[in-house]
Structures are given as C-alpha cells and as structure tokens.
C-alpha cells in the first residue's frame, strides 16, 4: 500500500504482464513505486513446442493486481495508465469473445503464446519468399512472430477459429483495447512482430504472397487499420466497465501500449548514472544495451540511423525510444532455462530441504553453495570440463535457428547437489557467453556498445549478473528500481496524461532521483571465459 506522505504527488499505473504473472505498479511523478503486486497467471502446454494462455485469465489477474496497488490513494492523483505485455497473439471473434487456438476447441485457451513453435513450417516458408520486409527483422523471421501463427491458424483451425475471428491482437494492444474499447493498435508491437512499418504502413504483396491474402481483402480490419506511438492517449481515456473491474477512476489517460522487453528498456535505457564514472557517462544513449532478462532475455540497443544485423531483429523505427531505431537480439529461454535445468536435476529435492531450512530461496542456496565449493578460485575454474549450450528452444539470436536444441558436454555418474550446483553454474556461464555472441554481433554491424542495463526477475540473481559482467567485460548497472519494466509502463502513463509530452521530458524530470542506482561495475574475474 502506498504511504500517505507521497498522497500530493501524481501517480501513473504501470501493468506489466509477463510470461509467468501479471504486476502493477503505482509509479510516482519522481518516477519512484509506492505500491507493486503480482499475481500468477495460468499457461497450458497441450503437446511439444504449443503454448497457450487465456485472455480472460489474464485480465483478471490485472484486475487483481491493480486493485492492490491503489489501495488507500486519492484516485484524484492517478493521472495515466499504461500496459506492458510479452507478444503474444489473442483471438476474438467478431462480438469480441475469445475464440479457440487448440484442436480441443477450448475457448479459455484463446491466446497462441510468444515462446508457441507449432508454427515451424510456416515460418520456413515465410522466409523462402526472401520478401523485403523480412530485411527488417533480422534477416530471417521468427517463429515466435504473429505472421506465422496466423498462417498456422488458417491452415489449421479454419472452420473453428480463421473463419470466425473478427479480430487478432498483440497481447499489448488486447489489453489497452480492453482497458478504453479503442481499437487502435501501437506501433511497437506492429513494427517488431507484425512487419508494420512506420514509413509505409501495411505491405499488401507480404500478405498476398505468404497467402493470407484474406488480411488485404478486408482492409486490414481485423489486424489494425489505426496506428498510434507507444504513449499516446486511446479515446476517451479508461472506460467505465474497466475502470470498475479495476479499480481505478474512469476516464484517466490510458497510453498505446508497449512490448514488455520494450517497456524494461524504456525503464533503464534513460537512466541518470552520472558521477560513477562509467564509459557510458558522456557518451550517446546509443552506447548503452539495455538487456531484460525474464523467462527469455531480450537485448535492446537504439541507433539514430538504421543498422542492419543479421539474426538480431529490427532495424525498428520508433519501437522503443521515439525518434531511434531499435535493434532486438534475445534468447528465447533463459530463466525458463536455468529452471528446467535446476528442477530437472536427480538433486533438487535435496536443495529444496536445504534452502527451506536456511528461509533462503533455491537460488541464494545454491550461489553460496558455489562460494563453498570454489574455495580460493575464481568460480570460472569450477566448470573447466562441464559445458552447456542453452539453445534448448532453438537459437533466437543471433543464429536465427529454431531448430538448435541443448548440449551438454562433461557429465558424470553423480547426484550430489555439487553436481547440479556446477551445472547451474554452466547453464548461467553459457546464457552470459550468448549475450555475448549477441553483442559480438551488435558492434560488427555497427553498434557500439560501453555499458549493459540489466533489469527483469533474473537480474535479481547475483550470479547471473556476474557472469554478465565477467563475459562481456562490461560494466553492468542494476536499477535502483527493481521493477524497471513497470516504470516503463508507466512512464507511457505518464506521456498519455499530458503531464509529461515525451518519454525524453520524462527522462529528464525524472533524473535526478533516478540517479541514486546501484552500480556493479565487476572486475573481470576470469579472464579465462571471454576465450571459452
Ligand atoms: N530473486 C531471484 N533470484 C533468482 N532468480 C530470480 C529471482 N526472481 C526471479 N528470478 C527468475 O527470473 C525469471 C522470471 O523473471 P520475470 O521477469 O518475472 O519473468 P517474466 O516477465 O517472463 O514473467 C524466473 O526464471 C525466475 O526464476
Ligand atoms: O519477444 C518478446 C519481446 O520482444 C517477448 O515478449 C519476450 O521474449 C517474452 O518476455 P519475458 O521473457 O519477459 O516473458
């Protein structure tokens, strides 16, 4: 609950929905959170490589959230709200009711998740076109974006869901349409998922030629014919069916929405970090990597003129920071990673006793049973013969491969909780050197890049973060806002208010609070792992 002294501020919600929970924030005109509240949100894996959600589930769970954060704030304070959502695809029908995305014909299961690969002989044939728009997406499409899933529905769900959609959107705009009724879609997640571009809007000979020809024919109605910047004002504001179920007052600002990696990079990118004497400190925004690290990792870097690099997504105009070019590298399971490792391992139950009994999570638990095990030397030396290569969901970035999978090499005939703390350690240790591939890959095309931004649920964990360090050889700094991607939000709040008229004014309102951040500028213990 947020404390009554801050009660003359101004206020903006930030809604944040992630792969595993939705989050709010009540974020401050300092840019500061008085109140955050999370609630899980349900998945469903029906057979290998589907994922689905619920778009119903889902805004429940903002609901709830939204509500919390609220409590005991003078509702005339709230000026704005903005969502941040993963991008992942919701189907409706024409009256606005969620439509099934599953053989089983579950209608609850209405939403074809970001990390979903059922769509892997669409998107081969995506790319067999070479058409130009796939230049601006790294070279290669994804099939984690929304092109591929469409064709896949119409190939295969026509009669129960292609036929009868009326409308399919970017989990980002569902949740800013459900908040005001309006329709308009942001650019962001139109650009970076959906081959939208700022310039020229939709290309017709894409559609027509991956024949979803149908998209043309209607006009475009049913994927966004009004295209609105993250950050600018839907309608009238949050209708007031929304506005009860969530608590909040009606009719206040509600933004254009945001990709959640967009949103976490907006929360750090601008950060204030003068005085550490950092490289970054004067020098361009654009020597700053914002990296967001969740169940994936996405690695955001902003260019004034567009740079191609192949197997990095973008170049994106006005995707991230208005007037920049985004380029986008990510890997597609990280934290997802580090946990099926973990869990999978014959010692986990083992670990779960001990960390319970020290009131430490399993994380804590097992980066001070690593500190034990190490002794005098640096940690890299523990995993000399055990390696791992994380692709088990396919290579996002920069490789561009759905089909990799994951290797490791060095097992032995061991249970013991030093084994899976090593192979922890290895699974961390190579999510680090992909970051580094990414940024290797970065600074070839053009980029130049002097200080890493971490934020998200795995920039919580210490050694996650080391390793970054060590790998990279670069300075990292961690927010002093934990909740980095929930202040982007709500910064998009706070633009769509009018209180501030750029998410560059916001920047520089809130600098000088948000220059207190806690910077881990860490040596290069091993020097050994930037040869690995
Ligand atoms: N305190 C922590 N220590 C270690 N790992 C953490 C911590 N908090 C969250 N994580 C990890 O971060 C990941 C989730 O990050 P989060 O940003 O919440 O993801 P998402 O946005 O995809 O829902 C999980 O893999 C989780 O284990
Ligand atoms: O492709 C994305 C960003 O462009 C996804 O939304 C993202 O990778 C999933 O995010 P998270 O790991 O935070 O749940």
Redesign the pocket.
Known sequence: MASGKQEQMNYYVGI?V????ARAALVSQQGTLAAYAEYPIRKWEPQADHHEQSSDDIWAACCIVTKKVVQGIDAARIRGLGFDA?CSLVVLDKQFQPLPVNQEGDSNRNIIMWMDHRAASQVERINRTRHQVLKFVGGVMSVEMQPPKLLWLKENLRESCWNKAGHFFDLPDFLSWKATGVLARSLCPLVCKWTYSADSGWDESFWKMINLEDFVADNYSKIGTQVLSPGDPLGKGLTPEAAKELGLPAGIAVAASLI?AHAGGLGVIGADVKGYNLPCENQSITSRLAV?????SCHMGISPNPIFVPGIWGPYFSAMVPGFWLNEGGQSV???L??HVVQGHAAYPELQVKASARFQ?I??CLNSHLDSIKKSLPLGFLTVDLHVWPDFHGNRSPLADLTLKGMVTGLRLSHSLDDLALLYLATVQAIALGTRHILETMEAAGHSISTLFLC???S??PL?VQMHADITGLPIVLSQEVES?LVGAAILGACASGDFTSVQRYYRAIGSSRGRRELKEEGRETERQRQL
Do not use: A
Not at 18 to 21: A, D
């Open positions: 944040d992630g792969t595993g929970s993963t959640d967001i690290c969740g169940t994936s990280t934290g997802r580090i946990e999570s994380y804590t998200g649920g795995l919580k964990n996650f991607v």
